[in-house]
């Protein structure tokens, strides 16, 4: 199996609890109903990234009553962690005289330095314990190669080195994907980008998401995700289980 995609049975997880052809069932009530071929993908609601944490997005705890209600409606859902090396490429800590939110050249192209987060193994990087995705059926876990970081949940930061994500959702037949998680303007975006790269119908569901908004980035992750063909909705655009 490869080192990147973890299957496990939902116990195993550890866990509380233009439209024709892209896998909604029906519109009820001008809503969309998520089918067989479509999948909710959450991204990063881990510790670090929540009150507390040690990269802690503003209103991260906030989308995951909105997950959660989202969950039942979605009969295939990927779950991503950030999963991270000690003296890891994209942690400020490793470089001397550089500090969190400087950027640094990587062999991929210019890197954000981070403060020092989901480190492996530890409960920083371990998912909020009022997560509840009962039916989730994979975790990604990306950005465990101490040289390379991975926003994405279907490629790593240098554009060429596939999760195997894409692979595991057409294998199911899965032509639409629904994005939620931290943070809108990193891992969110560039998950929804890549998954439409990949040929998948992407949408982002806003209020299930929040972002860092580092310099303006908020507001640029919005404009390429549109020019990729990304769409925007809400999490009450979805029909309820």
Known sequence: MHRRTLVKSAAALGLAGGLGSVGFNAFAAGKIKPGDKAALIVVDVQNCFLDGGTLAVKGGNEVIPVINA????????????????????????????????????????????????????????????????????????????????SYSAFEEADHKTATGLAGYLKARGIKTVFVTGLATDFCVAWTAMDARKAGFEAYVIEDATRGIDLNGSLAAAWKQMTAKGVKRIQSADIQAA
């Not at 859902?77 to 991270?84: A, F, G, P």
Request: hydrophobic content about 35%.
């Open 70 to 149: 989202l969950a039942p409606a979605f009969q295939n859902i990927v779950v991503t962690q950030d999963w991270h090396t000690a003296g890891h490429a994209s942690f400020a800590s490793t470089y001397s005289g550089k500090k969190p939110f400087e950027t640094t050249k990587l062999s991929y192209g210019t890197q954000v330095l981070w403060p020092d987060h989901c480190v492996q193994g530890t409960d920083d990087a371990a998912l909020g314990k009022d997560l509840k995705v009962p039916t989730a059926q994979l975790i990604i876990r990306k950005g465990f190669h101490k040289d390379m970081d």
